[in-house]
């Protein structure tokens, strides 16, 4: 195994550097999509209600690796995309969807006062949700997050099933020339698990920085309040 480590590391960094690139663009993707979706499902609207509700329910009712097949090989009539925009923009679509619960319930969990106390002082929603409700739905928000990330991180395996060089693509090929396919996929495991860890020490530091607590309660003040009166009055 030690010899296939050392014969393989570079092929195999690059391909981890690939599937990190893949991730965080899907990621950054899925999350805007996610919070779009999140205020679709808060509205009012009930167009804009349907619609997050279907695509919502059509996502995480249907595998990954079929949404992955549609848009490389479904759409190829219309647009042809690279394995890589195609595995990102399934995995982001994908994503976003539990993203969009993630902030529908946060943003639902904050204390209503807390809006009608910024509206009674003159404040329009869109300043009051972005100055008082989203800042801490986003600081609870990290640890799902973080979990949902790690998830998208481990996802982005099934892109090798539409010609990408990722961990796993990387670990299906060198496996098929070396004939030793358990030690093969027990390193390329382990590169996995590295990220993993990465990305959980990563998102621990985060949560810790924002000083989320252990009760996942938002911080129920109204410092905000007090500074907009104070800047309004």
Not at 30 to 49: D, P
Not at 100 to 111: H, K, M, P, T, V
Not at 168 to 176: C, M, R
Request: a positive charge; charged letters at 15%; glycine letters at 6%.
């Amino acid at each position: 195994m030690i010899d296939i480590f050392l014969s393989t590391y570079k092929f195999f960094l690059g391909a981890t550097w690939l599937t990190l690139k893949l991730t965080l663009t899907s990621l950054f993707l899925g999350s805007c999509i996610g919070i779009i979706f999140a205020f679709f499902r808060l509205s009012k609207k009930k167009a804009l209600n349907y619609l997050a509700t279907i695509y919502i329910n059509v996502i995480r009712g249907t595998p990954l690796i079929v949404q992955i097949a549609i848009l490389y090989f479904g759409i190829a009539n219309i647009i042809t995309l690279s394995p890589f925009w195609a595995g990102s923009l399934a995995l982001a679509i994908h994503s976003g969807a539990y993203i969009a619960e993630i902030f529908r319930g946060l943003i639902q969990s904050i204390d209503k006062g807390q809006m009608e106390a910024a509206r009674s002082l003159g404040m329009p929603y869109h300043l009051a949700m972005r100055r008082i409700v989203l800042p801490q739905a986003f600081k609870l928000a990290i640890p799902p997050l973080g979990n949902q990330f790690i998830i998208g991180l481990k996802d982005s395996s099934l892109v090798a099933y539409v010609g990408m060089q990722d961990l796993w693509g990387a670990a299906l090929s060198e496996a098929a020339s070396n004939f030793q396919q358990m030690n093969t996929y027990i390193i390329v495991g382990l590169y996995y698990l590295a990220l993993v860890l990465i990305l959980s020490y990563l998102v621990g530091k985060l949560e810790a920085r924002l000083e989320v607590d252990s009760n996942n309660r938002p911080n129920r003040t109204f410092k905000n309040l007090f500074q907009f009166k104070t800047a309004s009055s």
